[in-house]
């Protein structure tokens, strides 16, 4: 039981910490490389700059954890409760959120090159100025998130939900938003060259001095009407 506990430099790598209690605890620095954190609670944990390549959050739930400037390669994310967290900054590169929900949790300059949220839930999520070259969001649920300044090259958004999502000034190239919702999403100044966009739901979508690929477009003209 880690409950509101403070650990400094720890290295607890290859720990088997499944279904602990970390509520509260604060690990600074610390390293958790292959670490079991299956179906911890971890309620406000902060957990600044830790180092946790290939540690496994399975089903954890993680609402308000802070995990600022943290790194890990392959860290598993899938099903778990991380809302309201703070990754600001973190280093997650191929990172598993398959399914996890993560309303109002900022990733804000994040770098989540090749990151997986397929059917994740992102409402309201902030993923300013992150990197998410060829990030999979199929399927996910991302109304009123974030992406200003982002750059989401190669990414697939395929059949994703973004109404009322921010891209202002993100780079989109070469993105899979076929099927997507897109109703009202502000795409201003958004570069959008070699974009997949057929099937897009594009009503009153904003694309001010956005970057568009029309010959890519594909898309009947009443679906840019507003």
């Not at 179906?39 to 830790?50: R, S, T």
């Not at 839930?121 to 199929?138: Q, Y």
């Not at 904003?206 to 890519?216: G, I, P, R, T, V």
Request: charged fraction near 15%; glycine fraction near 6%; proline fraction near 1%.
């Amino acid at each position: 039981n880690f409950t509101n506990a403070t650990l400094i430099l720890a290295d607890l790598s290859g720990s088997c910490l499944l279904g602990s209690q970390l509520t509260g605890c604060t690990l600074i620095q610390a390293k958790l490389h292959d670490v079991d954190l299956r179906q911890v609670h971890a309620l406000g944990a902060k957990l600044y700059g830790v180092r946790c390549d290939r540690a496994n959050f399975t089903e954890a739930e993680l609402q308000r954890l802070d995990l600022r400037d943290a790194q890990g390669t392959a860290v598993n994310f899938q099903r778990t409760r991380l809302t309201q967290a703070q990754c600001n900054r973190a280093q997650f590169q191929q990172a598993q959120f398959t399914a996890a929900q993560l309303a109002n949790t900022s990733f804000q300059q994040a770098i989540l090159t090749g990151a997986t949220f397929v059917e994740a839930d992102l409402t309201h999520a902030n993923f300013e100025s992150a990197v998410l070259t060829g990030a999979d969001f199929t399927h996910a649920q991302a109304t009123t998130s974030a992406f200003q300044a982002a750059d989401l090259t190669g990414a697939v958004l395929r059949s994703s939900d973004l109404k009322w999502a921010n891209f202002w000034n993100a780079v989109l190239v070469q993105v899979n938003l076929q099927n997507a919702a897109l109703f009202e999403t502000d795409l201003e100044f958004a570069n959008l060259s070699g974009a997949d966009l057929r099937g897009a739901d594009l009503r009153s979508a904003d694309f001010e001095h956005a970057q568009l690929d029309f010959k890519n477009l594909l898309l009947p003209p009443k679906n840019l009407d507003g």
